[in-house]
């Protein structure tokens, strides 16, 4: 059965850093690239990065570049989004998805077939 879990979310502070996890199962890690996203409410979902299983290249929004960070560790552990230097604009939750295609921020969304619930940060003084 294949399931992703985000964890990590919470309050920091505006500079602060958080590093989200994406916990998977049913699948390996070696056959599908992820992606992380963001969501605020009545908004719509951003794609944020995304990680290659082929050749663990990584793509970044312009928004992200330079402060967020993907990374994994095939089988073994989850797909990490370390976050840097947030900014309260970052406030929304987060999302982990599995990529049926290759990774790339231009792939519309109905290409990432399974989804975690999200974990909410939150960026506040």
């Known amino acids: 059965q294949v399931q992703l879990v985000e964890s990590g979310g919470g309050l920091v502070q505006p500079g602060g850093s958080l590093r989200l996890s994406c916990a998977v199962s049913?699948?390996?890690?070696?056959?599908?690239?992820i992606g992380w996203f963001r969501q605020i409410p009545g908004k719509e979902r951003e794609k944020l990065s995304c990680?290659?299983?082929?050749?663990?290249?990584?793509s970044y929004a312009s928004s992200v570049k330079g402060r967020f960070t993907i990374s994994k560790d095939k089988t073994k552990t989850p797909v990490y989004l370390q976050m840097n230097n947030l900014k309260s604009e970052d406030t929304a939750v987060y999302y982990c998805?599995?990529?049926?295609?290759?990774?790339?921020?231009?792939?519309?969304?109905?290409?990432?077939?399974?989804w975690g619930q999200g974990t909410m940060v939150t960026v506040s003084s």
């Open positions: 990680i290659s299983e082929i050749d663990g290249s990584t």
């Open positions: 049913g699948f390996t890690l070696d056959n599908f690239d």
């Open positions: 998805a599995r990529l049926v295609g290759s990774c790339s921020l231009s792939v519309e969304l109905d290409e990432y077939d399974y």
